[in-house]
């Protein structure tokens, strides 16, 4: 079971479309980090969200931390081809004492011209 | 900068041999991590070091895993002896942790295991 669980967990949608993969789950986290992971590479770090409520933006790319830390979503502006790739989350719950991050199963987003 | 570097890349083995991977995190960096990814289970750690020494080794599978960290800048991880359901990809992340907070991860290109 994971603590993290990431829906939808397979995204297909034509270029110029906007789309938004969540994050949930029941434990509260201290911070939360989105990666994408582009094939045959390693994941690499979008954004981290520390505060419940914060919003932050990336260029197209928008990511919500809810307000009682629960849980976060990603919402990509008119997507482009480059946008796709395998979008992880990962949490550092709030009473691990050295702020271990749990990762989600991942939500797979292909982005077609 | 050079990123954090692991070899190898690709191995395919056989069932019941010893398989060694390797790691050499980004300088300066205090934590190294290592993780499974398959489609299966996603991305599960195995081991967390900080300061060269092993903080979280909860999610080794068994006692067929174990990993070093010798030093600073270098880590391993052996999987003796190796069995088919080992078979995925096993990255290595370091990150730069201040006060209880892992901060950002900077993995690995990550090494794909097969194990016939």
């Known amino acids: 079971t994971q603590l993290l669980e990431q829906s939808p967990q397979f995204l297909s949608i034509q270029e110029g479309e906007n789309l938004t993969v969540y994050c949930n789950s029941s434990s509260v986290f201290s911070s939360l980090q989105w990666y994408r992971q582009e094939p045959g590479e390693g994941p690499v770090l979008l954004v981290t969200v520390v505060t419940g409520g914060e919003v932050k933006k990336l260029k197209r790319l928008t990511f919500q931390f809810g307000d009682a830390r629960k849980d976060s979503s990603l919402h990509i502006t008119a997507a482009q081809p480059g946008d796709t790739g395998l979008y992880l989350c990962?949490?550092?719950?709030?009473?691990?004492?050295?702020?271990?991050?749990?990762f989600g199963a991942g939500t797979q987003v292909v982005v077609t011209p | 900068d050079a990123g954090v570097i692991q070899s190898p890349r690709h191995e395919v083995t056989e069932m019941g041999q010893e398989v060694t991977l390797r790691c050499k995190p980004i300088?300066?960096?205090?934590?190294l991590f290592w993780y499974r990814q398959t489609m299966m289970r996603g991305l599960e750690l195995l081991i967390y070091?900080?300061?060269?020494?092993?903080?979280?080794d909860s999610g080794m599978p068994e006692d067929r895993f174990s990993a070093k960290m010798p030093n600073a800048s270098f880590s391993t991880l052996k999987i003796q002896p190796s069995e088919p359901r080992d078979s995925a990809v096993y990255f290595c992340?370091?990150?730069?942790?201040?006060?209880?907070?892992?901060?950002?991860?900077?993995f690995g290109e990550g090494s794909r295991l097969t194990v016939l």
């Open positions: 990962a949490g550092a719950v709030a009473t691990d004492s050295w702020g271990k991050l749990q």
């Open positions: 300088s300066g960096h205090n934590s």
């Open positions: 070091f900080n300061n060269n020494v092993p903080i979280d």
């Open positions: 992340a370091s990150s730069l942790a201040v006060a209880g907070n892992t901060g950002e991860l900077f």
